[in-house]
């Protein structure tokens, strides 16, 4: 591993599964792309350190659950690298909202008065983003500068590494990625995506919280609480 790749702050699991992405041209390039768009005076989203939130709140060794969004919230104060999650003290995001909304409806879970999901990844729901960056009030700015590549990986590993995972695959972007998953080992649920557009068209009522916990318990995990305690 290069220097430059061993500065990196990640999960030791991840670092390994991921070293040679890391060294491949297209992450040196996307480095090298950030840091001018920073040096052009552009602010983006997460703070740096957040970048790979995802993956340090959840080993690789402790996924269960894989949750896939498109890239982060572009408004000052929301982004923290979980996709679909802010920090706290930002208002909960619509799409959030109605993912509340089922969570009381298929589990009787209280509907949170928050909108940060930090709970869930400590227990080992990956709430990976397709994108880790993004420029503010710029929503899909760095959807093709490369990130694609590497969550791709990120997808590829969890999925080839991990037995029994649940893949929550929400809306077209996300249902995408459905070829990098070994669906011979792993549970993956579809539905359309929980955006105020499309959530009464299937996302309420698909039963993905409670099938998920069937799934763990069946293959003797244990079940994720998706209770949120207060922040």
């Not at 890391?22 to 989203?45: D, T």
């Not at 939130?53 to 996924?63: G, K, S």
Request: aromatic share 8%; hydrophobic share 40%; glycine share 8%.
């Amino acid at each position: 591993m290069s220097a430059e790749v061993d500065r990196i702050k990640l999960e030791p699991g991840w670092k390994e599964a991921l070293r040679e992405e890391f060294e491949q041209p297209y992450m040196r390039e996307l480095g090298e792309f950030l840091r001018g768009e920073k040096a052009a005076g552009k602010v983006i989203f997460p703070p740096g350190p957040l970048i790979f939130n995802a993956l340090n709140l959840t080993p690789l060794a402790q996924v269960k659950v894989v949750i896939l969004g498109q890239d982060p919230y572009h408004g000052a104060g929301q982004a923290h690298g979980l996709c679909f999650s802010v920090q706290p003290g930002m208002p909960t995001p619509p799409s959030l909202l109605n993912i509340y909304k089922e969570l009381k409806r298929d589990l009787n879970i209280d509907i949170a008065q928050h909108g940060c999901l930090q709970h869930w990844a400590e227990q080992g729901v990956l709430l990976l983003n397709t994108a880790l960056t993004v420029e503010q009030a710029n929503a899909g700015a760095h959807a093709k500068v490369g990130w694609q590549h590497f969550t791709d990986r990120v997808i590829e590993e969890v999925s080839a590494r991990r037995e029994h995972l649940v893949f929550l695959l929400w809306g077209a972007h996300a249902q995408g990625k459905e070829k990098l998953i070994d669906a011979t080992k792993h549970l993956v649920l579809k539905s359309v995506h929980p955006s105020p557009l499309s959530a009464y068209r299937g996302f309420i009522g698909n039963g993905h919280f409670s099938r998920t916990n069937k799934f763990l318990q069946q293959n003797g995990q244990t079940a994720i609480d998706w209770r949120l305690p207060a922040v």
